[in-house]
């Protein structure tokens, strides 16, 4: 797909650029490795898609904003992994960083990431300032305090939980990001937009609950039984797995329905559509899945 | 000083806005731990100091810039003291942040400073788009991959250090960001200003040495036989103490003799006077400093 080579073909420009000389060699190649292959980039392809619905006006500005997405949530991951975190030996089938090149280098790669993502739009201000004014704050609120990543991840060291504001953080707020600044970029109204994130990152919160639970993790690539050896609320603990499937399906139908009326709303239709069998495979709706054991470490996605 | 109060004030808006509701509570107190009471607030001093010479035509942009760049410095100390990097018991005559709320709670406020630098900024792109645009890449350069605080400090985890590289990153790379962006934040030249930064940050780093080297840490508050212990090559290992000395002085006059002529170039040389006084004290040059044991973990300042 075209958006798919627009992703890889930026963030290649962007780490490229990050590790050159004087880099230190292992860190440039750690934050290659951070990024490279990456998952499924459901995020910056949630952020093209939004662009392209609003007529895609700004190429290179939905570029960087979908890139300075991934780039968080890439960061979120290393970090995710650290043994102070999840403590989780393999991503993607491959040694987690810290694994790879050490917790010092793991933490510095969730750093570099975190700054290559303000520096990719900020290299845009003088030609858009207004759009990357935007940009840059709703990329602030999704990473950082008070309802960003870093507060998502800060609920699990808190002996008691706002378990809504927990998973929005953690979670629906960068997917929220994603699709607004994709608004903001195409040339849209981020507002009308701000749900279809919120919506899908709501859905990929549950599926990543349902995957823990049932051990599913192959299509997620997330690991599995973190949440309960956390003791981490989760939709699962709530609702059982069926009423979690229903939740899912509900989210979904809700982020289809919120899409704005505009030229372009097949392409995340699309991606919704897509994330729907992504996010549920046949096996779970059918019961059909089988647990693995609690002290699976595996992360295959 | 009229500077310190406005950096206070600053620093306190934009730490209240990140930790009010809905941040986790122990995230909340540990950014406010990380920042208050800080040290010496040298690097937001220059920034503003070199505002004022460019006569700080927009205050409002030299205090954002001025607390981004200490929001910075502060994320640096609290993943400097983390046990895979330094290992650090205390900071100011406190625990560290990571000894009081934990490695995770610590590593997450590393990175809601990085975000809240750049978010301080990015609120001011509306009203000074070119100014804000060159102050986010001075502070990305300074704080990421290739040459900044995250190259630096990835520098000690290399097999073969290029030092001169390790050390412009580490410490340097700061100070050049603060005289820069207070210089375009005051309608100035950052080209003309950068090199007082850059002297003053590479005399800094000297002073850093000999203190860790004599156990003189009093005055900096920074951790004692560090870079001893953790075979990080320093300015005393290659010029001795006498001679590090000579080279402090050394980068302290190039830096006086750096400035730029403007009409308020008193404030930066007055700046660069106390730094003289604070980073070279007289029993040191007098060889009257008692050394204190290698085991020392002390931090004071």
Redesign the interface.
Request: charged share 15%; with cysteine; glycine share 8%.
């Given at each position: 797909m075209e958006s798919d080579l627009r992703i890889e073909a930026a963030l290649e420009q962007v780490v490229a650029k990050?590790?050159?000389?004087?880099?230190?060699?292992?860190?440039?190649e750690a934050?290659r490795y951070a990024v490279f292959p990456g998952g499924g980039r459901v995020r910056p392809g949630l952020c093209l898609a939004v662009a392209k619905a609003c007529s895609d006006g700004e190429p290179a500005l939905a570029d960087a904003a979908a890139v300075a997405v991934e780039l968080l949530h890439c960061?979120s991951l290393v970090?995710d992994d650290?043994p102070?975190?999840d403590d989780a030996p393999l991503r993607r089938g491959q040694p987690s960083v810290h694994k790879r090149?050490?917790?010092?280098?793991a933490?510095?790669v969730?750093?570099?990431l975190?700054?290559?993502a303000?520096?990719v739009v900020?290299?845009r201000?003088?030609s858009h300032?207004?759009a990357?004014?935007k940009i840059?704050?709703a990329l602030?609120e999704a990473?950082?305090?008070?309802?960003?990543?870093?507060?998502g991840?800060?609920?699990?060291?808190?002996p008691s939980v706002?378990v809504a504001?927990y998973h929005h953080?953690k979670t629906a707020a960068l997917f929220e990001a994603a699709a607004m600044t994709g608004a903001i970029a195409g040339g849209g109204d981020p507002a009308a937009w701000r749900h279809v994130g919120i919506l899908l990152g709501a859905a990929y919160q549950v599926a990543d609950d349902l995957a823990d639970a049932t051990g599913e993790s192959a299509t997620l690539g997330k690991p599995v039984h973190q949440d309960g050896n956390n003791s981490r609320p989760t939709m699962v603990e709530s609702l059982g797995i069926e009423g979690a499937i229903r939740r899912l399906d509900q989210l979904l139908d809700q982020a289809m329905q919120s899409i704005p009326k505009c030229v372009g709303r097949g392409n995340v239709e699309y991606l919704l559509r897509v994330s729907a069998e992504r996010l549920c495979p046949p096996k779970l709706r059918t019961g059909e899945f089988t647990p693995k054991s609690a002290d699976s470490t595996e992360r295959t996605g």
């Open positions: 990050t590790t050159a000389s004087p880099c230190p060699e292992h860190l440039a934050i960061a970090q650290l102070c975190f090149f050490g917790e010092a280098v933490i510095l969730g750093d570099a975190i700054v290559m303000f520096n900020a290299a201000v003088d300032p207004g990357c004014a840059l704050r602030a990473a950082g305090a008070p309802a960003g990543i870093a507060a991840q800060a609920w699990e060291s808190e706002d504001a953080a």
